[in-house]
């Protein structure tokens, strides 16, 4: 008989129990102001509430009192590995229980929703893998004949008066339930499973997003729970800092950097002054970036326990963020999380001491984080842990960066994402230097009570001269190569990485030292890039349209081909970003007919009035003048009328009712389900060249030599070996990577 049971190898059931009921009181503290923002949407009593989320921490571990999983603990702790398949999941006993006592709960205290609805034993099931109606987590444990577990009677009466003593010490009284005593997975089965009568309790809710948020935000309690028990880490749930906190680190920043300091800029006072919903507009260099974290204090004051929540177009972007953050709020305040954001801590963790839960920072846990609109946008599909990311975002104030650079399925996303999480109380800023009036409307639209702020200091202040160049890009080597040699730090910004790579065999040719700059380097060489074109020493640059989005860097003198208009500001903004410079000047060039297809699929002669109204504009425009020039090309434009906008707009709503709000959604949909719509899909792939090199790579190493392809490319020149996928390919470390046939389409991969 075995007298001590098990939660986890170090940790009896009692601690982990007790450490996850602590854990939850704590996070339902910080999450006070959201569990009565939901309620009052959803329609449920806030303490009717937290006794649905206290019986989920309690029995959600209760089916490892079985003596198949007393028995691994057992071999884990010798040291030894079991099998497990001699393992049951212990969350199909956990579910059973579960099952019962939500149902007299209900009886009890009243329904927790609108619609008798097995929400606490559907939390508890999925709290640790995917839920469909397919059940292929549990295919093993669902085989009929599959051996049924055998309950530790003793275990399960202890943890049952255990977990009454907790319900008895909020001031509950916990159910009389019974613990199954045929095989638990009957009632998966008969309610779960193919065939299971619970679509019929999902057919009675008249709004299906009350079940879906109310689930979240109890699934979303208990794994914080679950993790910070597990992991006996303490809460540490929102940033503490205020409004006077933060203004003095921007002046000690300002003071490293020497950068004059008389106080915050007038911008930057109305943002920190904003309450509610905030649409900011400002000029590169005005301390957007500051300003919005102004805001977000001010506005976390007044909610009470949120998080914040900064989002960016790029990892590159959200790389420099989160380094600023971190900063001004402290390195465990802050987290990162985007594809390749475990790639950046892997030398800080060997460096020093990093305490680090990546599984944190997916899920916004971490006070701060930064991430691209991926993830959160991921969400609405109902991938991953998406319950967790959702009750962080509805308790949280979000700043969308550079809201203008998406095409019209991110934007149309991005819209339903901002319309759903404010409706739970989540604050919104929105930011970029340049907004056409088309997405000003869609935003105001959506967020109709938000302040408008705009930075009109500068309006009457001009950057950079603008000469147009009725010539392509090709023509302006002498002029690029003089420039240089008279000192000039000078940028080139091509809109293909063919016409980028082309440029830079011409330019490496003479005694300038150029760097390349796209998309089609492998991580590790673009890291390296990065540091190098963030340095002084960098004479020359020549890149894509990444750099519109992207570094902290500071130019002389730009040579650009055409592209729309915000575009054309964005890398202006690169020139003379601290407004200190004389005779700053901008080249634009006329597009290539591969910019057409990159920017003007649909042939509506958008380049071609970019550049005549560049053409025809003032030769130093001031912010206003180019203001005024990216509305007049953009008149008449309404996104809100492009399928591809329509299309996104309607997606989240038909993801969610093909998994009846609630179930998790193991594969989507490779046309529809993603963030981001490209004509042409691409596939992170390893350059055949580095095979050898590779071999003796972890995974995570692996990662630094991946560059992205096109699949079409893949297809025709992988090489798959154990599950990794070589690519042939002409790779050089400072020009990227470049087809090893057709040529001709090297250059409509941007």
């Known amino acids: 008989m075995i007298r001590k049971y098990w939660a986890k190898p170090d940790q009896t059931y009692d601690e982990h129990l007790t450490a996850a009921y602590r854990a939850w009181k704590e996070t339902v503290t910080g999450k006070k102001g959201l569990i009565h923002r939901t309620g009052r949407i959803c329609g449920f009593d806030p303490d009717r509430f937290l006794q649905s989320s206290l019986l989920t921490v309690i029995l959600h571990d209760l089916g490892k009192n079985t003596l198949e999983f007393q028995r691994m603990m057992q071999i884990v702790r010798q040291g030894r590995r079991p099998n497990p398949d001699d393992n049951y999941r212990h969350e199909i006993v956990s579910y059973a229980c579960a099952l019962d006592a939500g149902f007299k709960l209900q009886k009890q205290e009243g329904s927790l929703l609108p619609v008798p609805f097995p929400i606490e034993a559907f939390t508890i099931l999925g709290h640790h893998k995917a839920i469909n109606p397919e059940m292929a987590a549990f295919s093993r444990e669902l085989t009929p004949g599959f051996t049924a577990p ?71 309690i208990l794994h914080y729970s679950d993790w910070h028990g597990s992991a006996g880490v303490a809460i540490n749930y929102a940033l503490h800092d205020r409004v006077p906190d933060l203004t003095g680190r921007i002046e000690t920043r300002c003071a490293l950097k020497r950068i004059p300091f008389s106080g915050l800029r007038p911008f930057q006072e109305a943002c920190a002054s904003a309450r509610g919903h905030c649409i900011a507009i400002a000029p590169t260099g005005s301390g957007k970036t500051e300003a919005s974290l102004l805001w977000a204090l001010r506005n976390l004051e007044d909610i009470g326990g949120s998080k914040l929540i900064y989002l960016l177009p790029t990892m590159v972007t959200a790389n420099s963020i989160f380094h600023r953050l971190r900063e001004f709020f402290g390195e465990g305040n802050v987290g990162l999380t985007h594809s390749t954001a475990s790639l950046l801590f892997a030398d800080e963790e060997e460096d020093r001491a990093v305490v680090r839960h990546a599984l944190f920072d997916k899920t916004f846990m971490t006070p701060a984080t930064v991430a691209t609109v991926d993830q959160l946008l991921f969400a609405g599909f109902n991938t991953g842990k998406w319950p967790v990311v959702e009750s962080n975002a509805m308790n949280s ?54 302040s408008i702020i705009r930075d009109d200091t500068l309006l009457g202040s001009a950057r950079n001269s603008f000469l147009t160049v009725d010539t392509p890009i090709e023509k302006a080597v002498d002029d690029v190569i003089d420039a240089v040699d008279n000192g000039a730090k000078t940028l080139v910004v091509a809109n293909s990485v063919g016409e980028c790579q082309d440029l830079y065999e011409t330019f490496r040719d003479y005694d300038l030292d150029p ?31 990444v750099v519109e989005v992207s570094l902290d860097i500071d130019f002389d003198l730009m040579f650009t081909e055409c592209a729309p208009p915000d ?58 003048d180019l203001i005024s020039l990216v509305e007049s090309v953009y008149t008449g434009k309404n996104i809100a009328q492009d399928d591809r906008f329509q299309e996104a707009i309607g997606q989240y709503s038909q993801s969610q009712s093909q998994r009846m709000a609630i179930f998790d959604n193991p594969q989507r949909d490779p046309h529809f389900e993603v963030t981001r719509k490209i004509d042409y899909p691409h596939v992170s792939v390893i350059p055949h060249m580095f095979r050898d090199e590779v071999r003796a790579c972890t995974p995570r190493e692996r990662r630094w030599y991946e560059v992205k392809m096109p699949a079409w490319y893949v297809k025709k020149h992988r090489m798959v070996e154990d599950e990794v996928i070589y690519c042939e390919m002409k790779y050089d470390p400072e020009i990227g990577a470049q087809f090893m046939d057709t040529p001709e389409l090297a250059y409509i991969v941007i």
Request: proline share 6%; charged share 25%; with cysteine.
């Open 567 to 624: 575009a054309i500001v964005q890398r202006a903004g690169r020139v003379n970003r601290r407004r200190e410079k004389e005779n700053t000047c901008i080249s634009l060039y006329q597009p290539s007919s591969v910019s057409e297809k990159i920017y003007d699929p649909d042939q509506t002669g958008l380049l071609e009035k970019s550049f005549e109204a560049f053409r025809d504009g003032p030769s130093r425009p001031t912010e206003a």
């Open 150 to 220: 055998t309950i530790c009677d003793d275990g399960m009466s202890h943890a049952i008066e255990l977990a009454s003593e907790i319900f008895k010490e909020e001031g509950y009284i916990l159910p009389d339930f019974q613990c199954p005593k045929c095989d638990p997975k009957k009632s998966v089965i008969n309610l779960i499973g193919p065939g299971g009568i619970l679509f019929k309790f999902y057919e009675k809710f008249s709004d299906p997003d009350i079940l879906r948020s109310t689930y979240a935000l109890l699934k979303g």
């Open 397 to 450: 104030v979000i700043i969308i960066d550079e809201i203008h650079a998406y095409d019209p399925w991110t934007l149309g996303l991005l819209i339903e994402a901002i319309r759903h999480f404010s409706k739970y109380g989540a604050r919104f800023m929105l930011m970029s230097a340049t907004l056409p009036r088309y997405i000003l409307d869609l935003l105001v639209a959506v967020l109709p009570d938000a």
């Open 515 to 545: 760097v390349c700059y796209h998309s089609k380097f492998t991580l590790r060489d673009r890291a390296r890039k990065e540091k190098a074109i963030e340095s002084a020493a960098t004479r020359l640059l020549i890149a894509t349209q």
